[in-house]
């Protein structure tokens, strides 16, 4: 479902049955969606329990927001458990030239990295990276477009977190970042102050640098009789951070000290 700003007005919403999507035989449950992001000017992203990636235009007429399916896309043989998307240049022969990419991940704990295409209308696969068998599916992705190759940000069910470059989709590094599994992670764009969060009790904060070390821990802090269940920074630099979790209704904030 699509909605206004401010949630008070349904924009849109994309019934699955009516649109030839059924159930999950595999765990007999009704169709689910896992992950969602605005690519380009104007499209979202957004992937679901068969393993798809359905692409939304959204434009506005004189009155009203439209939305409208423009693609879709199937190269998962899993649930699609989480989407990423940012603009980056990307870096052809001789020449360079700006694009969106998309990450996807899947409950197998395979990746698939899409271009938005020429017409900017439809998603182009341009690779994929395998899933390992020891960390499990994908729980989070985080895109980082700060150096050149680009940085895939990806948490797994076993508590690690690894890097991979978006341009050749070759790993950069794995970090035993947790003990449990990893239920949120955000980027702050401005700054690269990269946050984790997962069921062992612990947020992690993390620093992602152009220079020297790509990635360096920098503070943990225990969160007790609480599992987490998300965390988003709400400031573009990472100074403050907002953190959910299940069975609560309460929103905890915490800052940065000065």
Not at 101 to 110: I, P, Q
Not at 131 to 140: I, Q, R, S, Y
Not at 174 to 181: C, E, L, S
Not at 212 to 236: C, T, W, Y
């Amino acid at each position: 479902s699509f909605y206004d700003w401010d949630g008070k007005t349904l924009v849109y919403e994309h019934n699955f049955v009516e649109n030839g999507i059924g159930c999950d035989a595999k765990t007999i449950s009704g169709p689910q969606v896992s992950g969602i992001a605005a690519i380009g000017a104007n499209l979202i992203a957004v992937g679901i329990h068969t393993g798809t990636i359905l692409l939304f235009e959204i434009s506005s007429d004189s009155t009203q927001l439209v939305c409208r399916i423009v693609d879709s896309q199937r190269r998962h043989i899993e649930p699609v458990s989480d989407v990423a998307s940012t603009s980056m240049m990307l870096h052809h022969a001789e020449k360079s030239s700006p694009s969106e990419v998309l990450v996807s991940g899947d409950e197998l704990g395979r990746l698939n990295i899409w271009n938005l295409g020429s017409s900017g209308d439809g998603l182009v696969h341009r690779t994929s990276i395998d899933p390992d068998e020891k960390t499990g599916p994908v729980t989070a992705i985080c895109l980082w477009n700060k150096v050149e190759q680009g940085v895939i940000l990806s948490g797994f069910m076993n508590g690690s977190i690894k890097l991979f470059s978006i341009t050749s989709g070759k790993i950069l590094v794995d970090i035993a970042a947790h003990g449990a599994w990893i239920t949120g992670m955000d980027l702050a764009s401005q700054s690269g102050v990269f946050v984790s969060c997962a069921e062992d009790g612990f947020i992690r904060v993390w620093q992602l640098s152009t220079t020297g070390k790509i990635i360096e821990h920098r503070h943990s802090k225990p969160i007790q009789n609480l599992v987490m269940a998300g965390v988003k920074f709400i400031d573009p630099r990472g100074v403050s951070l907002a953190m959910s979790s299940y069975d609560s209704r309460k929103i905890r904030i915490f800052s940065k000290k000065s």
